[in-house]
């Protein structure tokens, strides 16, 4: 079974320019998430998607990130105009479900994006 | 809102040697579950063990336990006879519900696990 797959692996721009991520879920699975890490962090869940449908985007800075999982399969994630905190690892993941009533919901992860922003 | 702490940065043992990775967390969810996953260098992101709020059992997988003490909010992670391949990073992670009816992982800061040929 093919696991999450994420493009690019290493992204390096400059402050103020735009920048997209692409992920692909494991086939057959409804919830996507995409999680921004910083270094010397966990990773932070900015947007959860289930199908083609936002769940909770409540901690995605709305001003200059976007994402989008037209069909409900591959999803994007823009940065438009990126700043220098952005520098980050923006990871991506998916699930079977994202509702509490399946006990091992697992989350498989990408390999995830490394952005450096100058 | 949940909260998960790791109050280790690093820890470095021998091989062989059993590892206990510390995990404290805070919740006032009745419902909730507890993750670890392991970051090698190559970035991603490896789950290896779940323990649900109302699992009485203590789960394990293969080397990895997890010992979860549920009145003191601790979840914390035993690697029995280390190997070179365990040097990682370990996240702690809850799974609870929020107000937008679904559920959130929650990370913790994470430790860096190494292990001495």
């Known amino acids: 079974e093919a696991g999450v797959a994420q493009s690019p692996r290493y992204k390096i721009i400059e402050k103020r320019q735009s920048v997209a991520f692409w992920c692909n879920p494991i086939?057959?699975?409804?919830?996507l998430y995409w999680y921004q890490q910083i270094l010397g962090q966990g990773p932070k869940l900015l947007i959860q998607?289930?199908?083609?449908?936002?769940?909770?985007d409540s901690q995605l800075p709305k001003d200059r990130f976007s994402a989008e999982r037209l069909k409900g399969v591959d999803s994007t994630l823009k940065i438009q105009p990126a700043k220098l905190e952005d520098s980050a690892v923006y990871l991506c993941?998916?699930?079977?479900?994202?509702?509490?009533?399946?006990?091992?919901?697992?989350?498989?992860f990408g390999p995830g994006t490394r952005l450096t922003v100058l | 809102a949940q909260k998960i702490t790791q109050t280790q940065p690093g820890m470095f043992v021998q091989e062989k040697e059993a590892v206990t990775l510390d995990c404290t967390y805070d919740?006032?969810?009745?419902?909730?579950?507890l993750f670890w996953y392991k970051q090698p260098s190559s970035g991603e992101m490896i789950f290896l063990i779940y323990?649900?709020?109302?699992?009485?059992q203590n789960a394990t997988e293969g080397r990895y336990s997890l010992n979860f003490q549920k009145a003191r909010k601790s979840a914390n992670l035993v690697i029995s006879a280390s190997q070179l391949g365990d040097s990682a990073m370990y996240f702690c992670?809850?799974?609870?519900?929020?107000?937008?009816?679904?559920?959130?992982?929650?990370f913790g800061t994470g430790t860096r696990l190494t292990i001495i040929p």
């Open positions: 993941a998916s699930s079977l479900v994202g509702t509490m009533t399946s006990v091992y919901n697992e989350q498989f």
């Open positions: 998607f289930q199908n083609n449908g936002v769940v909770d």
């Open positions: 323990q649900g709020s109302y699992d009485e």
């Open positions: 919740t006032s969810d009745q419902s909730y579950g």
């Open positions: 086939s057959g699975h409804a919830t």
């Open positions: 992670a809850m799974r609870a519900p929020t107000n937008f009816g679904n559920e959130k992982l929650t």
